[in-house]
C-alpha cells in the first residue's frame, strides 16, 4: 500500500526565513513526485514538481528527491505570509504500459504559518 | 487558457438522495481524475479517465459511485442513495502529456 508521511504541524517560521517541508514514502517504485500548496477552503495548486534525484530550483521554492531515503522536501526561501497554507506532497507510480499518470497518492500535509 | 472548472461549488442534499456533479477538464488535457478530501485530509483518490475510457478505480469507490467521461470531454460523477459519510470536498483534476495534475475548485458536498 502506497503511503505517504508528513508532519502535520503546525510549523512556524518568522517572515524572511527558510520554511523546510518534509515528506516520505513507501512505494520504491514512485517516479513522479509534487508539491501542492492549499489555502483554507481552496482546491490544491501545483507548485512543484521532480522526477529525478537532486534539487529542483524554481524561484523562492527548491524541491529536493532522495529516491535511496524515499525522502523529498521543498524549501521555501524568504518566507512571505502569504506562504501560510497547507502543503501536501503527493507522488506517483506509473502503473499502465501506455504511461502517463495515475491517481497520485497525498499526504495529510503540513500547515505552515510565516510570521510577520 | 481556462483552468478546471467544476459545477455545483456547493450541494446540500439529504441522505438517501442522488447527487451529480459535472467537471470540465483544462482544454486538451485528455486525462481527469477525480478525488474526495475531509477535513484535515489530504486528497484521496477516486477514479481516472483517459480520454473517454476510465482506466483505473480506486476501492474507495463503492458501488454507489459511479463516473463518466462520454467523448472524452466534460466528466460526471454521480454518487446514488448519498450517506453523511459521503460528506466531503470532491475534486477533480487533468492532465495532458506531463503528470502534473491541475485540480479545479472542487464541489462541497454537505449530506444532512
Known amino acids: 500500500q502506497k503511503e505517504v508521511e508528513q508532519n502535520s504541524g503546525p510549523l512556524s517560521v518568522p517572515e524572511g526565513a527558510i520554511a523546510s517541508l518534509n515528506c516520505t514514502y513507501s512505494?520504491?517504485?514512485?517516479?513522479?513526485f509534487f508539491w501542492y500548496r492549499q489555502y483554507s477552503g481552496k482546491s490544491p495548486e501545483l507548485i512543484m514538481s521532480i522526477y529525478s534525484n537532486g534539487d529542483k530550483e524554481d524561484g523562492r521554492f527548491t524541491a529536493q528527491l532522495n529516491k535511496a531515503s524515499q525522502y523529498v522536501s521543498l524549501l521555501i526561501r524568504d518566507s512571505q505570509p502569504s506562504d501560510s497554507a497547507t502543503y501536501l506532497c503527493a507522488v506517483n507510480v506509473l502503473e499502465f504500459t501506455g504511461g502517463g499518470a495515475d491517481g497520485l497518492t497525498f499526504g495529510k500535509g503540513t500547515h505552515l504559518i510565516i510570521q510577520p | 487558457d481556462t483552468g478546471v472548472s467544476q459545477d455545483p461549488r456547493h450541494k446540500i442534499t439529504k441522505r438517501g438522495q442522488n447527487v451529480t456533479f459535472r467537471c470540465d477538464p483544462i482544454s486538451e488535457h485528455n486525462r481527469l481524475y477525480w478525488y474526495r478530501q475531509t477535513l484535515g485530509q489530504g486528497p484521496e483518490f477516486l477514479t481516472y479517465?483517459?480520454?473517454?475510457?476510465?482506466?483505473?478505480k480506486s476501492r474507495l469507490l463503492s458501488d454507489r459511485f459511479s463516473a463518466e467521461r462520454p467523448k472524452g470531454s466534460f466528466s460526471t460523477l454521480e454518487i446514488q442513495r448519498t450517506e453523511q459519510g459521503d460528506s466531503a470536498m470532491y475534486l477533480c483534476?487533468?492532465?495532458?502529456?506531463?503528470?502534473?495534475?491541475?485540480f479545479g475548485p472542487g464541489t462541497r458536498l454537505t449530506v444532512t
Open positions: 512505494d520504491r517504485g514512485s517516479q513522479s
Open positions: 483534476a487533468s492532465s495532458l502529456a506531463t503528470d502534473e495534475q491541475y
Open positions: 479517465f483517459q480520454n473517454e475510457a476510465q482506466l483505473e
